[in-house]
Each structure stands twice: as structure tokens, then as C-alpha cells.
């Protein structure tokens, strides 16, 4: 059985004071989110433009599709916990992914061709799949690769989160430019390749993980039941999966009723066990991961217009000169990679100084700045027929800077506060929120095209009407929860949180220099690093 705490005398030794084994997740995640935001830069325009769905429609569509991308992790994250392990749920879905993306090169005619439209399902299937069985577990294993009170663990995820964002750059770019310029087939065909690559680093290099997120128990993987392996009947499992996503995905009611039956069954299990299992501080941490899950269903609902709502509102009403409009959902993630640096430094800064806001702190902070950002459009959209262009770079800059305060955050938070066993079904709830926001974020987009209809400016004015009051909500529901951190903070117990190895990793930053970035025994850790 694969152990749990770093060996820091392994012979692979390490890699800017890191783990060889963070740069195979690094580059593996990089090519992944290639594919994934290549293709969701695209999914919107294939979908009014290609099937001619109307805008409503495609943005049900697109927001069921995010959703249940997100709903999956479940799945996933409990089947390599309690069986497969993260590194073998991680190939596998990499393996489906790959499989889901060539897919999507079959557009066919176009129009509501009922067999293409059916390829066409099958292809978001095996993406939804693959990506539950990657997406929690691949965050998993760089947590595993240090002690949970290393110092280096925020900046792991720092570089983890840059990879994402670099992928999501270049994929939203290139597939963009490719997709619209020459045709849907070669943008979702070099989607493909960039998750064929990622599987190949992964597999190539599993070495340098050192052991990490191998199966509990890999001898029950061996065993036959039914006359088949019992790892086999698990992968079985995921193509069951398939199946069920092909069906639920053009049934886009059927995944809101899933949403909201299957959420509260697995809020109401992880609040059972945190009651009845754990002692009062690891459930006091529960408690807090927890709300802080809940506060990011808003913050995802908002922010995901990108890639439906403000990715047509771009195309049709932004003065783009002749830039493809797909281009466009790269600046989110060229910010991230700009801004991350500054935002890991400032908050090792503030936190040496006793000034770091805490994690729910910048969850409050981070729906204000989403809120804003939409006003800002709002008041720019003001100034003539076609919006200035500045105003999309302003409104993603907003969006990125609340980003940066919550999707990193909230992601080594719940590595933090949950305990080893309960590691990926706590990562998986974290995703699951997300998708219950991917889900109302479809809601939101429908709204806004639901007069487009009617001709550009009654389309022009119902999406500003609506961005006015979605962002007006951020910064009231952002103030509140400001207010309340202190109380979400004191549930965290920080300043209890110990392992067998305290404060390791001092040694590989440089030696022991008081409070090291990521670690304040005052209190407050130092989360500097979603695109996942």
C-alpha cells in the first residue's frame, strides 16, 4: 500500500524545491485543460452556428454539459478513494477524454441531423466522464505529495493552478482561431490531440510521483469477480457512466432534478460522518469547507456567463475588429498566469505581516469583484451600438482578480481542512458545487437569450438588464459574507492543524526562516494558487 507522508531523501530528489513529480502533474494538467478550454471556447458558436439551436436553448445545453463535467468528480473521486487510487482513476479518465474529444471532429451536416446530433452527444459523454475521473483525483495527488502542513503546499498549487491556466490560454486560443477560421472539425481535432499528449506525460513519467495515489489495495483490484478482474468492472462502471451522461445531457430538466435530489443527499452524508465520525475540530473543519462550498454555487453561476452568455454577447455586440470571438475566453487564463505570481507574493506578504485576509474573507472579497466586473460592462455598453472592446479585458480582469481569490482558495482549503480519508469525496463536493453553478449559469444564459429573437438590441438590452442585476446581487451577497468571516475563520483551527511532520519542507525553500509562506501558526494559511 502506497504511503502517505514524503520521503524528502528520495533518490528523484526535486525540482525548484519541489517534487519532480508536481511538474508531471503540471505539464499532464496543462495539456488536459488544452483540450477541455479549446473545445469550451468553441461549444456555444457549434452550438447556435452548427446545430442551430436557438441561444436559449444552447445555453440550457451548455450549462447541463458544465454541470454534469462537474457532477462526475463524485463518482470519480470516490471510486479511486475507496478502490482504484487517484493514479489509475486519473489515466483512465484521460484515456475517455482523449477518446471524447476525436469524437467531436464528426459534426456531419449540421442543422438537426439526428445521427451526427447522436455522435455529437456521445462525444460530451466521454468528456464529462473522463474529466470525473481526472479532475478531484489529479488535485489529490499533489497534495500527497507533502505533508499537509508543508510550506511548500500553496506554492504547489500555485504552480499546479499556472499549468491549468497556461492550457486553458493556449487551448482557447489555438482551438479558437482553428474552429472558426478553418472549420469545427480542426478545432475540436487539435483539442484531441493536446489530451493525447497529456495522457502520454502522465503514463511516461509515473515514476516520479513516488508512489503517490496508488490503490488502497491493489490485490482486491486482481481479484475476479464474475469470472472478470475487479478493476475492469470498475472502468465498466465508467462506461455505464457514458451511457447515463449521453441521455441526461439532451435532457437538460432531468440533470436540474439531479442536482438539486443528489445534492442533498451527499451534503447530508458528508455532514453525518463529520458528526458522527469525527472529533469536534476536524468537524468544526468541515463545517467551514463546507460553507465555503456553498458560497462558491454563486460565485461559479456569475462567473461562468464566459463561456456562454459573454462569449455571444462578444461576438454580436463588442467591436472585436474581425478578432474570432472565441479568441476572447483566453484572457481569463493569460490574467491568471500574469496575476497568480503577484497574488502568491502578496498574500505571503500580508500573511507576514498579520494583515492576510482569511480564506472566507477572500470568498467575500471575490463576489464583489465579480459583481463589479458586470457593471462595468454595463456602463460601457452604454457608450454606443458596438461595445468598446476595452470593456470585455476590464471584465475579465475582474472576474480574474475574484478568481484568484477564490478558486485557489477554495481549492487548498479543502485539502487542508479535510481529513486523508475523506480527501476526494471533500474535493468531489467542491466540484459538485461547481457544477450546481455551471447548472444555474446555463439558467442565467437562457435568460439572457430569451428575447434575442426579437432582434439585436431587444437581445443587446436583455442581457445588460440582466447582467445589472446579477451583479448587484455579487456585491450585497459579497458584503455579507465579509462580514460573517471571522466566525467561518474561527471553525478552520488552524492553529491546531499538525502532522507528523511539522512544518516540513523548510529544509528544500531554504531553511527555517520564522513564519514561511503558507504556514501561520497565528492562524491563517497562505492559499496563493480552478481552471479545473
Not at 508543508?150 to 482561431?177: K, P, Q, W
Request: glycine fraction near 12%; proline fraction near 3%; charged fraction near 15%.
Amino acid at each position: 500500500m502506497a504511503t502517505t507522508t514524503l520521503d524528502h531523501g528520495d533518490s528523484r530528489g526535486t525540482f525548484l524545491g519541489h517534487p519532480k513529480g508536481l511538474f508531471v502533474l503540471f505539464f499532464a494538467e496543462m495539456w488536459e485543460r488544452f483540450s477541455y478550454y479549446g473545445m469550451r471556447a468553441l461549444l456555444i458558436f457549434y452550438l447556435t452556428q452548427h446545430w442551430l439551436f436557438s441561444d436559449s436553448q444552447a445555453g440550457l445545453i451548455y450549462g447541463a454539459y458544465t454541470a454534469l463535467v462537474y457532477i462526475t468528480p463524485v463518482l470519480g473521486g470516490y471510486l479511486a478513494d475507496r478502490y482504484l487510487g487517484q493514479r489509475k482513476a486519473v489515466t483512465y479518465g484521460a484515456v475517455l477524454l482523449t477518446f471524447g474529444h476525436f469524437l467531436m471532429g464528426f459534426e456531419g451536416d449540421g442543422g438537426q441531423d439526428a445521427a451526427s446530433l447522436n455522435i455529437f452527444w456521445l462525444a460530451l459523454a466521454f468528456i464529462i466522464v473522463g474529466s470525473g475521473f481526472l479532475k478531484a483525483n489529479i488535485s489529490v495527488i499533489v497534495g500527497q505529495l507533502y505533508p499537509r502542513t508543508d510550506v511548500r503546499r500553496d506554492g504547489a498549487y500555485t504552480i499546479f493552478y499556472m499549468g491549468i491556466n497556461l492550457g486553458a490560454a493556449l487551448g482557447s486560443l489555438l482551438c479558437g482561431y482553428v474552429g472558426q477560421t478553418y472549420g469545427w472539425a480542426y478545432g475540436f481535432g487539435l483539442a484531441g490531440i493536446g489530451m493525447l499528449l497529456g495522457l502520454i506525460v502522465f503514463v511516461a513519467f509515473k515514476g516520479l510521483l513516488i508512489g503517490r495515489g496508488e490503490a488502497p489495495d491493489a490485490e482486491r483490484l486482481n481479484r475476479r469477480v464474475m469470472g472478470i478482474k475487479f478493476e475492469w468492472l470498475l472502468y465498466l462502471v465508467g462506461i455505464l457512466a457514458v451511457g447515463i451522461c449521453w441521455w441526461m445531457v439532451q435532457n437538460q430538466a432531468i440533470v436540474g432534478t439531479f442536482l438539486g435530489v443528489a445534492g442533498l443527499i451527499l451534503v447530508s452524508y458528508v455532514l453525518y460522518s463529520a458528526v458522527a465520525k469525527l472529533d469536534r475540530e476536524a468537524r468544526d473543519r468541515i463545517f467551514a469547507a463546507m460553507f465555503l462550498i456553498i458560497g462558491s454555487i454563486l460565485f461559479w453561476a456569475l462567473f461562468e456567463q464566459a463561456g456562454s452568455s459573454l462569449n455571444l454577447y462578444t461576438d454580436r455586440y463588442v467591436d472585436r475588429a474581425g478578432v474570432p470571438a472565441s479568441m476572447f475566453q483566453s484572457i481569463n487564463a493569460i490574467y491568471i498566469v500574469l496575476l497568480a505570481p503577484f497574488f502568491a507574493a502578496l498574500w505571503t506578504w500580508l500573511g507576514r505581516r498579520g494583515l492576510e485576509p482569511s480564506a472566507p474573507a477572500k470568498f467575500g472579497l471575490a463576489l464583489m469583484q465579480l459583481g463589479l466586473g458586470f457593471l462595468v460592462l454595463v456602463w460601457g455598453a452604454a457608450t454606443g451600438d458596438l461595445t468598446p472592446v476595452l470593456f470585455i479585458f476590464l471584465i475579465y480582469l475582474l472576474h480574474t482578480t475574484g478568481e484568484l481569490c477564490l478558486s485557489p482558495v477554495g481549492l487548498s482549503a479543502m485539502n487542508r481542512l479535510a481529513p486523508a480519508h475523506m480527501a476526494s469525496l471533500i474535493m468531489g463536493t467542491w466540484f459538485f458545487a461547481s457544477a450546481t453553478g455551471n447548472f444555474v449559469a446555463g439558467l442565467i444564459a437562457a435568460a439572457t437569450g430569451s428575447e434575442a429573437a426579437s432582434g439585436e438590441g431587444a437581445g443587446k438590452e436583455t442581457v445588460l438588464a440582466v447582467y445589472s442585476q446579477i451583479g448587484w446581487i455579487a456585491i450585497g451577497v459579497g458584503v455579507a459574507v465579509l462580514v460573517i468571516s471571522p466566525l467561518i475563520k474561527k471553525l478552520m483551527h488552524l492553529d491546531t492543524l499538525r502532522d507528523d511532520e511539522d512544518l516540513a519542507g523548510r529544509a528544500e525553500m531554504g531553511g527555517d526562516r520564522g513564519q514561511d509562506a503558507g504556514m501561520f501558526p497565528q492562524g491563517e494559511t497562505a492559499p496563493n494558487t480552478r481552471k479545473g
